[in-house]
C-alpha cells in the first residue's frame, strides 16, 4: 500500500476516560476520535484488541482472532435495550486514572451476563432484538473458523475454574470427538454467550472504525508474531506449534542475553512448526491476517525479526541464556500472503498490470524491527517495501545512532517512544547526564520543554508517520509509564483524564501537522 505523510496518537482504547472503570468503545471513544480529527492527526495507533488473561497484556490473549469483551461499551448495551440506566446507577467509584482489573472485570462481566440474559429471553418481543439476532446468526457464521473453538475453550476454562488448557480432562485436552460433542452439549448457553460478547464487540468496533474512517482517521492496529500458550489457538491447532504428547512445549520463545537484560529475555510463548503452516499453504496466518484487517486499516507486525530467525529456548529452562537462533519462514510468507489477501481477480487490469515480485509492496505492514537487527531481517524488510520504526529516545548517545532524524529514510515510522518505553518525560527525567545533554543540543532546547522539542524532531522528520504515545503529549512522567517489560503486575493501566483531550492541545499539535505537511 502507499503510506501518506500522515501524524498521529498512540493510544489504547482501555486507556480512554469514562466512569466504568476502563476505556470502552462508547461515547468517549467517538469524542477521542472526534478530538483527534480536530488535530489534523490521520492515524490513531492502538495495542492488540484480543481477550486478555493473566497479566492483563494484550500481547497474551486467549486468542488470536478475538475482541476483548471489557471493551465492549455499557452505554451501547443500554441504547440497544439489553440494558437498562437502572443496571448503571450503582457503577462502582472506580479510579480514573488507571485500570483496576481485579475490581473491573467481575463486576462488567456480570453486566455482560445480563445483557446477554435480556438477549435470550426477551429475542421476540421487540423488532431491535429480532435484528440482534440476525446480524448475531451472521456474524456466528462467518467467524466460525475461529469463534467456534473461541467460544468452547472459554466455556471450558470457565468449566475449569479458569485453569490452563493442559491441566482439562484429557479426553478434552487431546480434543477426542466424543468429548468434545458432549462438551458442546453440556456448555450449549455458555458457548453462546461467549459467541455472543464477540458478537456486540465486533459490532462495536466497526461501528467506531467506520466513524473513524469517515473522519480521516485510519487505524493502525497490531499482529503479535506470538500467540499464548493459554489460548483456543493452541489447543485447537496442536499440531501447528512444538508441544509433546503431554500438550506442554518443548521449546517457547525468547531473546538472547544482551546489554540491557544479562540473562535475555524469556517470554515462554509456543513456537510455531512453520513446516506444518507451510505445507497448510499458511491458512491460519491468513485467516488471522484476514481477521485483524477487518478491524485496522495498516498493521503493526511486532517482532518482525521472528519471521527471517527466532530464538528458540527450551522449555523449563529459567532464564534465556540457553538457547539457539532457527531460521524463520522468511520471504515465502510473505509472499504467500500477498497473493492471498490481495490477488487480483484473473484477467483484470490489475492481473496484467502487477507481476508477482510487486504484490507483497500493497501489504498494509509496519515492521516493528527494533532490538539487535541482522542484515537478513533488513533485507526481508525492504525486499517487500515494509516501513521499519525509529524511537527517538532511544537515539541520544552519538550522532551516527540510526534512530536520530537526520539519520531516518522516508520509508519508516518515528515515535518519541512506545507503550513499551518509559514516557518521553520519565525518560528526560532518568537518563544519564551525557544523554541529557545531547539532547538538549540536538533538539536545540533548554529543556523546560523537552517533551514537545522531542514531538517536533519527529514531526519535522522525513519519516512517512510520525507518532506519540498519548502521555507524551500531555507530558506525563514515569508514573503514567504502559508497560514495563521485566516487571510483573501494574502494567496497561495508565488512562487519560476527561478534559486532557482540550483544545489547547489540539491547536499545538495542529500547528505541528499543518507546519510539516502532515
Known sequence: MKFERSGGILLHPT???GPYGIGDLGPQAYRFVDWLASTGCKLWQILPLGPTGYGDSPYQCFSAFAGNPYLISLDALVEDGLLTPNDLKDAPDFPASRVDFGWIIPWKLDLLRRAF??????????TQHESLHTEFASFCRENAFWLDDYALFMSLKEANGGGAWNEWDKAIRKRVKSALDKARRGQAENIERHSFLQFLFFRQWGRLRKYANGLGVRIIGDIPIFIAYDSADAWANPESFFLDEDSLPTVVAGVPP???SPTGQLWGNPLYRWEVHRESGYAWWIERFRSVLKLVDVVRLDHFRGFAGYYEIPFGAKTAEKGR??????SHFFETLASALTAPTEGSAESVRHT??????????IAEDLGVITPDVEELRDRFGFPGMRILQFGFDSAKNPFLPHNYIANCVAYTGTHDNDTARGWFDTAPQEEREFALKYLNTNGKDFVWALIRGVWSSVAVYAVAPMQDLLNLGGEARMNFPSKLGGNWEWRMCEDDASEELAGRLKEF????LR
Open 15 to 17: 486507556s480512554l476516560p
Open 258 to 260: 544482551d546489554y540491557f
Open 325 to 330: 537462533w532457527v531460521p524463520g519462514p522468511g
Open 513 to 516: 501537522n499543518e507546519l510539516y
Open 356 to 365: 508477482r515480485s510487486e504484490i507483497p509492496n500493497t501489504l498494509p505492514i
Open 117 to 126: 440474559s435480556r438477549f435470550t429471553q426477551h429475542a421476540t418481543r421487540n
